[in-house]
């Protein structure tokens, strides 16, 4: 994907500062042995459709100059220098000066793409989608920890067992109002997700494994069942097992934080450094603790993050965390921070020049001098968001004002454009796969508009129609956007509000 304006924006600009972008995806393409150890970073977290022609094999061009909107790269082999060379060709049509970053997931190939276009033009920065690194964090986790993995793979068993037997399920349901979800692993922390509503019901899990009910129902059933059923009674009941489930969210927890931050719209570039080095210090908070079994593995934790976050780019900047949250020092105090901007202000600047107007400007920023000494401006600066602050009194270093704006302007993740996937994935499936390039791209443009149409009508967010086109009724995250919506955004402290459930077909027998 490419983002970003390198002329200068005014007002209005900055709510439309991811308006030129490429969507591009892939899923192949050849490997070197630096990336090597990138290998399950590919098209994993991706959530395609299966058994239809891959929607990695068409790029989608929005807004774009020309009226381009798709192209069709089926047939095509998707290697770091295809896909190089496509970006770069979608540049000259945008304006390589309207370009400021270009953001893709970490497959070697995109991660080659983007290493070509920054020799081609040096004022434009790769970067890695966020959200898709932090998952693999995740990842990172489960292959490295075996208390973790089994802990993960005890609570898929007891999902899978209640949403395979449905007299267990509707007996379930009868004790809870929220329902299991089964996660699928294209879904970002889908560790946490399933875990955390396993927490959420689990008054209700044990109260129906120790009901007379569940006995019946045991009994009634053949031999492999109910060796199933006893060993889920034995872990539900299990407090060893539970207390590994709350040891587990409470390291997981500041990472989600992050990723339910980073996974959404709008500029967050001047708000991600920060949150990243408070969750290492609040994981860090939480791995250290006398009480904790497991916080001989805090050094290995550390090391998983850091060599994310280095194949991110960052460098040295979170080498030292942030404990319990706290502030970083100022910018001219941290030395991995001022030669990150002497970096940045140098594949900036046009000249000389120009690089030695900023590093001047970048000064008098910093020692506080003329407009930014009033009290009131270093107020502001405390609670006003970043980019309204820089339009309010950038005016002092008007050089630095527009990078300051270009740069906060930003996104930090690929999210809003493979949200496209979902709605291709209704009009593109198994069953109906034939459409050429141009039908589908217009179906799913008329499908996209049609449901943002209908989002502002009266009966969308309420009644028998309540968000009708992200089927509320269906609790595998893999196919409810809703269920995945709610949770993602609802308050982690508390238990995520449920949709209206339609009436479902047949009743609960079961009571």
Known sequence: MVFGRRKPVDQNDVEEADTDHIDLTNDDGHKSADD??????ESADH???????????????????????LEDFSGEEKTGEAIAQFLLQAIEEIGPANVLQVITDNASNCKSAGREIQKVHNHIFWSPCVVHTLNLVFKDFANKFAWMVDTYQTGK????????????????????????????KTRFASHYILLKRLMEVREALTTSVVSSKW?????????????????????????????????????????????????????????IYEKMDNMLGEIKDVMTKEDNPHKDDWPLVNDIILDRHYRMEQREYLATPAPGGGQR????????????????????AEDKKEYATLREEFNKFIMKKGLYALPPVQADAATMNAIDWWFNYGSETPNLNEVAKRVLSQPISSSS???????????????????????????????????????????????????????????????????????????????????????????????
Request: aromatic share 8%.
């Open 157 to 184: 068993v007891i999902v899978k067992f209640f949403r395979n037997h449905q007299h267990f399920l509707a007996l379930f349901r009868g004790k809870s109002e929220l329902d299991l979800l089964k996660v699928s």
């Open 36 to 41: 090597a150890a990138d290998e399950e970073d």
């Open 215 to 271: 006995k019946d129902l045991v009994r009634a059933c053949d031999t492999e069942t109910k060796n199933a059923a006893n060993a889920i009674v034995k872990n539900i009941m299990d407090e060893r097992f539970w207390d590994e489930i709350g040891i587990i969210l409470d390291i997981t927890k500041p990472l989600y934080y992050v990723i339910k931050f980073s996974d959404g719209e709008g500029p967050k570039a001047g708000d």
């Open 47 to 69: 959530d395609t459709a299966k058994g239809v022609k891959s929607l990695l094999d068409e790029v989608t061009i929005l807004d774009a100059p020309k009226g381009k909107n």
């Open 329 to 348: 020092k100022a910018p001219n105090e941290d030395s991995e921070v001022m030669q990150g901007v002497m970096e940045a202000f140098s594949r900036i």
């Open 417 to 511: 454009a493979e949200r496209n996937w979902s709605t291709y994935s209704f009009i593109h499936n198994v069953k109906r796969n034939k459409l050429n390039t141009k039908t589908t791209d217009k179906l799913v443009f008329i499908h996209a508009n049609e449901r943002l149409k209908r989002r502002f009508s009266e009966g969308y967010n309420a009644g028998p129609h309540y968000k009708w086109d992200v089927e509320p009724d269906n609790s595998l995250l893999e196919d409810s956007s809703l269920k995945l919506e709610q949770l993602r955004w609802a308050s982690l402290e508390d238990v995520a509000a449920e949709p209206p459930q339609k009436k479902r077909r047949t009743e609960n027998t079961t009571k």
